[in-house]
């Protein structure tokens, strides 16, 4: 007996059919949260989630300069976009954002990991980079990224579109970072990227954005010099701007429906 369906015969699916989306997406009712809102790419980011429709909150560390950051930024923007304190490291302050989006929009479609640390360490001074540096480097740039997206899965599971951009490196995969331990970390971001677009498929995507040399006050230390020999190394010959990483992160709102568990890299042909 064939098991084949015949010609005009129903056949029975767990499949659900999706609609097509039309691009580039309207980000139109969505609502967008960029951890790290206050920094040089978090900032550039909500600029253009929030031209391309999207009502956007931002966070911010406890400090009166990120504070200030943030207030101006939501003031430039205007609407009923928002700024609101959190830290990745204390999961209970991301619950307790997590209370007063829901209490105010009722929604999270996007979540944007924006927020990082690093300090420069050698990479042949191995005592220089203590226990202490690399617990840090990794509670602020792993763990309080999947904390984020522990904490708001719901909520993007709910949208039934939902979305998670985090911010890797090429140093993930080169191996040449502002420290060895940031490199792991980075590399973390990878594998949680990829893991995660299986386990919260398919209503949301999980996607990661690998910038190369940006021109951020990020690593400190980094000047005009250090910019100038490394657009002298990279293929298309500048360094990244905040804005070309933001531009790939509303990309993968936009443009990118169909991707997802993917790392993009951002980085002018560095790494290559």
Same mark, same amino acid.
């Given at each position: 007996?064939?098991?084949? !369906?015949?010609?005009?015969?129903?056949?029975?699916?767990?499949?659900?059919?999706?609609?097509?989306?039309?691009?580039?997406?309207?980000?139109?009712?969505? !609502?967008a949260?960029?951890?790290?809102?206050?920094?040089?790419?978090?900032?550039a980011?909500?600029?253009?989630?929030?031209?391309?429709?999207?009502?956007?909150?931002?966070?911010?560390?406890?400090?009166?300069?990120?504070?200030a950051?943030?207030?101006?930024?939501?003031?430039?923007?205007?609407?009923?976009?928002?700024?609101?304190?959190?830290?990745?490291?204390?999961?209970?302050?991301?619950?307790?954002?997590?209370?007063?989006?829901?209490?105010?929009?009722?929604?999270?479609?996007?979540?944007?990991?924006?927020?990082?640390?690093?300090?420069?360490?050698?990479?042949?001074?191995?005592?220089?980079?203590?226990?202490?540096?690399?617990d840090?480097?990794?509670?602020?740039?792993?763990?309080?990224?999947?904390?984020?997206?522990?904490?708001?899965?719901?909520?993007?599971?709910?949208?039934?579109?939902?979305?998670v951009?985090?911010?890797?490196?090429?140093?993930?995969?080169?191996?040449?970072?502002?420290?060895?331990?940031?490199?792991?970390?980075?590399a973390?971001?990878d594998v949680?990227?990829?893991?995660?677009?299986?386990?919260?498929?398919?209503?949301?995507?999980v996607?990661?954005?690998?910038?190369g040399?940006?021109?951020?006050?990020?690593?400190p230390?980094?000047?005009?010099?250090?910019n100038?020999?490394?657009?002298?190394?990279?293929?298309?010959?500048?360094?990244?701007?905040?804005?070309?990483?933001?531009?790939?992160?509303?990309?993968c709102?936009?443009?990118?429906?169909?991707?997802?568990g993917?790392? !993009?890299?951002?980085?002018?042909?560095?790494?290559?």
């Open positions: 007996m064939s098991n084949s !369906v015949q010609p005009g015969a129903a056949a029975s699916s767990s499949v659900t059919v999706r609609p097509r989306p039309s691009y580039p997406r309207s980000l139109a009712g969505k !609502v949260l960029v951890v790290g809102g206050a920094g040089a790419i978090g900032a980011t909500s600029r253009m989630l929030a031209a391309a429709g999207a009502t956007v909150v931002v966070t911010h560390l406890d400090t009166e300069r990120d504070a950051a943030a207030k101006a930024l939501i003031a430039e923007l205007g609407g009923d976009h928002a700024a609101y304190t959190a830290n990745l490291v204390d999961t209970p302050s991301l619950i307790a954002l997590r209370a007063q989006l829901q209490d105010r929009y009722g929604r999270l479609d996007i979540l944007v990991n924006a927020a990082g640390f690093t300090k420069p360490v050698p990479h042949a001074d191995l005592d220089a980079l203590t226990d202490e540096l690399i840090r480097m990794l509670q602020v740039n792993w763990r309080g990224q999947f904390a984020a997206i522990r904490t708001f899965a719901p909520m993007l599971k709910a949208s039934g579109d939902g979305l951009v985090s911010i890797s490196s090429i140093a993930a995969f080169t191996g040449v970072g502002s420290s060895i331990a940031y490199c792991a970390a980075k973390g971001i949680m990227t990829k893991a995660l677009a299986r386990v919260l498929a398919p209503e949301v995507r996607l990661a954005v690998s910038p040399v940006v021109d951020t006050e990020f690593v230390g980094r000047g005009t010099d250090f100038d020999r490394v657009s002298a190394s990279t293929p298309l010959r500048r360094i990244g701007e905040a804005e070309d990483i933001a531009a790939a992160i509303t990309a709102a936009t443009m990118l429906g169909y991707s997802t993917h790392i !993009v890299q951002v980085d002018g042909g560095r790494a290559l």
